[in-house]
């Protein structure tokens, strides 16, 4: 049985809280939900999508995720230690109300999470590890505000980089504009992963497998997995409420991965090649999707 939680009567306030009735709210969604279940499609609990509360709380909580990292992007640079990233991103966060949800997460030691050139996520800032031109970065920012989580990153280029350092970090943004558009109420997960992949790959570069994107919302990390590696049509329903991030690896080489750091942390490409990311959080509604955190 699908878990859709209780059910309202048809003529009472739909579970959302919309103040709605059930009937002229809810139901033919829970019911089309049921029938894609019953036919062995993957649909996620109702329990995990979002009301219009949730997403008002979700919203709340990115304005310091976003603010945040505009407060870096306008800071950072050459001679910059990711150490000062770290106290930058801890700073604003808790100067608005917020938490770094990165902070004592599985026991991880900072706020933030910058990952430098092959790096390819969870770099551990540091006082010895200083920015320098033509370094590429990752600054991934995830914020608790009132109980719900905001979680995005972007891209920093440290002065002039390389052309080829350049083109991977456009194609990885790219890719998550080319994901975002397979993103339709009532498609699959696999639609969005497919253009992700493919989009890389037509660019010679290639996707890190071992970790994705998730749902958010009361919790960091809920399900489903978001991988972007697919094929159309399939993995979870995309059910209007659904509320995840869209934050693929992209290797300039190939998509293994080092994960052999002693700080279990730092997470590096197998050939040493270069490593970006870029992360958006969205919710699905019932037209397309509202980007959240970006
Ligand atoms: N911010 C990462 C994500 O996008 C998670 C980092 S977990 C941490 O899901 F502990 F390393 F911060
Ligand atoms: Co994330």
């Not at 009301?51 to 709380?57: E, Q, V």
């Not at 719900?148 to 972007?154: A, G, L, P």
Request: proline share 5%.
């Amino acid at each position: 049985m699908y878990d859709k939680g209780p059910v309202p009567g048809r003529n009472e306030p739909c579970w959302c809280g919309s103040g709605k009735k059930y009937k002229k709210c809810h139901e033919q969604e829970d019911e089309r939900l049921q029938e894609l279940f019953n036919d062995g499609h993957e649909v996620l609990v109702r329990s995990l999508l979002k009301t219009p509360a949730d997403i008002d709380g979700i919203k709340y909580s990115a304005e310091v995720n976003k603010g945040v990292l505009d407060y870096v992007g306008e800071r950072i640079g050459p001679g910059v230690s990711t150490a000062q990233i770290d106290k930058w991103v801890y700073d604003y966060t808790v100067a608005h109300d917020a938490i770094p949800a990165p902070l004592n997460y599985e026991g991880f030691p900072k706020s933030v999470c910058t990952s430098i050139n092959d790096v390819v996520c969870h770099g551990i800032p540091s006082d010895d590890e200083v920015l320098k031109d033509g370094d590429i970065v990752n600054v991934d920012c995830s914020t608790i505000r009132n109980g719900y989580f905001s979680d995005s990153s972007r891209m920093f280029m440290i002065g002039g980089v390389s052309p080829e350092r350049r083109k991977l970090v456009e194609v990885t943004k790219e890719s998550i504009q080319r994901g975002l558009a397979a993103v339709k109420p009532w498609g699959y997960l696999g639609d969005m992963a497919h253009a992700v992949q493919s989009y890389v790959e037509e660019n010679g570069f290639s996707v890190v497998r071992e970790f994705g994107g998730h749902g958010i919302g009361r919790e960091f990390h809920e399900d489903p997995f978001v991988g972007f590696v697919g094929e159309p049509g399939t993995g979870v329903v995309l059910a209007p409420g659904m509320c995840f991030t869209i934050e693929p690896m992209v290797n300039a080489g190939g998509y293994e991965i080092d994960m052999s750091d002693p700080n279990g942390w730092t997470v590096r490409t197998k050939d040493g090649s270069d490593s970006a990311q870029w992360e958006v959080q969205l919710v699905v509604t019932d037209t397309g999707y509202e980007l959240l955190s970006w």
